[in-house]
């Protein structure tokens, strides 16, 4: 459980961009990748390709299912077993981080239970068991848009975890974060990812944060897989086969 | 190649203010009206706008030339004399159709402003010269036809008019097109044809409610001789009448409480339903949260459809299909109403909130309905309750109206005593219409800032 298969997987989107092209490459369960490139080199993309949020093309195998080709409720249950975490951390602002944190189980619950918003006691326990992880139970009834970014990130993670998912994405995490949150943040992802298994992948545009924190790296450049290996073999010149240049304090969060 | 070489800069013409054409035109007029008081007619006054046009032209550096002064003085005689000859020679009052024939003068004067206009600035097409030509004869006739019209210059029907007098129109005339024409034409750095849409559109509704003022006859005489009857009416309405006999034979009694409460019933029924109804239709309605674009368009055109149609309308339908008087015809009529209006705000403000969340609930492999309700519904929640309590205070003023065709409520109890010519009896009622919907007001302005 856990893997993904990209077999010659393409997006393209309806205007005719093609944001990924022709990409092959297996994740095994339980690793922790980190995925970097240029703004519009297709980071977002591919992680949206594997809970089928763009129109893909070829074939992306999540865990064994078929993401190309796959009805309504088919891709409904392979996204209920894949969480998201997103920049923008996509909270709904005015409900409950509780609420917020629920959401991760409107897949897991009967429909008429989440339609009448009678949640069974079970699922509420994994809400807030997912937000004692990230260390944010205390503020699970208060309103989201109340709390700080970092705060606001966590509660995202929890989101995720509350689906109890074999993977995550995270798509820039931390990039409306100070520092300090970030370390933070890529902290809790490393320790969810070494406690329960969870196969990562996450975006990062920061080169140091990706070497502190990640394994296996995965450079985008144009939609095209450009480097695909250890972290501990990314040199400058790695990089600069990544980015099309050197490297700048711009794409080191440390040096900022 | 040096980058700035400020030999090669080209900076652009300071294009010209309206108060620069202010001091000439002032001018001008001035001195047509004090020479065309003075008796002559027709082709003296002409060359004077001619000339008087020409100081603008000059003080604006369009034109120094003195073919243009010619050109200009030339078609003032012709255009002047030919509108003075009409309104000189007209027989029945000045209507729609003689401004427009006495206009063709300004016609021909505006075609000799554009000829000079597209002469000395480049860049003008001919075109201008026509443009010029409508500009300056619409502008008249709307004038003339308008003062006319609204009964500014009505004694002018009534008789033949004199010579002077008509001096004192072209002086006026010269004003109001004189101004709108230099707005259109002499605005000359800016391309005149980004202008013409606007102009033209302007033009058009300016024509349009020059022609919806006289088609129903509002005339500010009829309102100074309807104001000397207001004390007769207030004796008929004053003082108020509270009570009176249910039916013949009967004790009065205050008759006015009970179809209020029922006016009341039919709002709320009507906003509550409707609000209810309105809340699927609403994210279906909304590109952002509808299920396809089929859903969307049919969502879209059925709410078009009960927008088009008038509450008013609603309640004579509803009236007819469960009974005349019948308020459950009113609740009927304000669940339409209440629909329409809560399904169109509320999809405007589903078109505004963040699609993230929707993302994210996406993300997580809710359905489609638990997106809505999870993601988006939280997002609009405080409007959705702002614009109920709105909505039934519309309710409120709107089923008193419906009252009125045979829909129930205080609406059919006022049409009864109005009916009756019981005008004490109807102010009676006006003030606890007007009181209650204040109350209402209020109530709801309230709790409406409790929820923000």
Redo the contacts between chains.
């Keep these: 459980m856990g893997f993904i298969e990209f077999t010659n997987t393409s997006v393209t989107y309806p205007g005719g961009l093609v944001a990924l092209r022709d990409v092959t490459l297996t994740i095994d369960e339980g690793e922790f990748v980190v995925v970097v490139g240029l703004s519009g080199a297709g980071k977002s993309t591919m992680l949206r390709a594997i ?1 089928g ?1 763009v129109p893909v093309s070829g074939s992306v195998l999540v865990d064994g299912r078929e993401v190309v080709g796959a009805s309504q409720s088919e ?10 975490i ?1 920049q ?8 409950r981080v509780v ?1 917020n944190a629920l ?2 189980r ?2 897991k619950v009967p ?1 008429w239970r ?2 009448l918003g009678l949640w069974p006691a079970e699922d509420k326990e994994i809400a807030l068991q997912s937000l004692e992880r990230v260390d944010i139970v205390e503020k699970a009834y208060i309103r989201a848009s109340d709390l700080s970014g970092g705060q606001q990130q966590r509660v ?1 993670i929890a ?2 975890l509350a ?1 109890e998912p074999k993977i995550i ?1 995270a798509d820039e995490p931390v990039a409306s974060l100070d520092p300090v949150t970030s370390h933070m943040v890529m902290r809790d992802l490393q320790r969810i990812n070494q406690e329960l298994g969870i196969t990562t992948l996450i975006n990062l545009h920061f080169l140091d944060l990706a070497r502190q924190y990640g394994r296996r790296l995965i450079g985008l450049n144009d939609g095209v897989v450009v480097f695909d290996g250890d972290i501990a073999d990314v040199n400058d010149e790695v990089f600069r086969g990544i980015y099309g240049r050197a490297i700048t304090p711009d794409d080191l969060l440390n040096e900022k | 190649m040096t980058l700035f070489d400020p030999e090669t800069q080209v900076r652009p013409v300071e294009p010209p203010r309206a108060v620069h054409y202010l001091l000439p035109l002032a001018v001008g007029i001035i001195a047509t009206g004090v020479v065309s008081w003075a008796g002559p007619v027709g082709p003296l006054w002409g060359a004077l706008v001619g000339l008087a046009t020409f100081g603008v032209l000059f003080w604006i550096d369009v034109t120094k030339h003195w073919i243009d002064a010619v050109v200009l003085v030339v078609g003032g005689i012709l255009g002047l004399s030919f509108f003075d000859w009409v309104l000189a020679a007209r027989t029945g009052p000045i209507d729609f159709k003689l401004s427009l024939v006495a206009a063709i003068g300004w016609l021909i004067y505006g075609a000799a402003t554009g000829f000079v206009v597209y002469r000395n600035r480049p860049g003008y097409r001919p075109t201008i010269i026509g443009y010029q030509a409508l500009a300056w004869g619409g502008g008249a006739t709307l004038a003339l036809f308008t003062a006319t019209s609204m009964g500014v210059l009505a004694p002018l029907n009534a008789r033949q008019i004199g010579n002077g007098e008509i001096q004192a129109l072209t002086v006026g005339l010269f004003v109001v097109t004189g101004l709108s024409a230099a707005a259109v034409g002499l605005g000359a750095n800016l391309s005149l044809a980004t202008r013409l849409p606007s102009l033209f559109a302007g033009g058009v509704v300016l024509v349009l409610t020059v022609m919806a003022y006289n088609e129903i006859q509002f005339s500010t005489a009829a309102i100074a001789t309807q104001m000397t009857r207001i004390g007769e009416i207030a004796d008929d309405f004053w003082p108020p009448v509270w009570k009176w006999p249910k039916s013949l034979g009967q004790p009065d009694t205050f008759n006015i409480i009970q179809p209020f409460i029922e006016t009341f019933q039919i709002a709320i029924v009507g906003a509550v339903t409707g609000n209810l109804l309105a809340l699927p239709l609403a994210f279906y309605a909304s590109r952002m949260t509808s299920p396809s674009n089929v859903a969307y368009r049919i969502a879209k055109g059925f709410l078009n459809v009960v927008r088009t149609i008038p509450d008013l309308v609603w309640g004579i339908f509803f009236a007819t299909a469960v009974g005349f008087g019948n308020p459950f015809a009113g609740a009927l009529a304000m669940i339409m109403f209440s629909l329409s209006i809560m399904a169109k705000l509320l999809s405007e403000t589903v078109d505004s909130i963040s699609i ?2 929707l ?9 489609h ?2 997106v809505i ?3 988006a519904f ?2 609009v ?2 409007n959705y309750v702002a614009y109920s309590l709105y909505i039934f205070e519309l309710n409120i003023r709107a089923s008193v109206v419906i009252g009125f065709v045979g829909a129930g409520g205080i609406g059919r109890l006022l049409n009864e005593r109005r009916n009756f010519f019981q005008w004490d009896q109807v102010m009676a009622i006006v003030i606890v219409i007007f009181v209650s919907v204040l109350l209402i007001e209020w109530l709801s302005i309230w709790a409406r800032r409790k929820l923000v």
């Design positions: 809970n949020l891709l409904r249950a392979i996204r209920s077993d894949v969480g998201m997103f923008t951390f996509n909270l709904v602002n005015r409900s609420n959401m991760g409107l897949s429909r989440s339609l995202g989101r995720a689906q994405l | 993230g969340p993302e994210a609930a996406r993300a997580s492999g809710a359905t309905t638990q309700e999870y993601a939280p997002q929640k405080p």
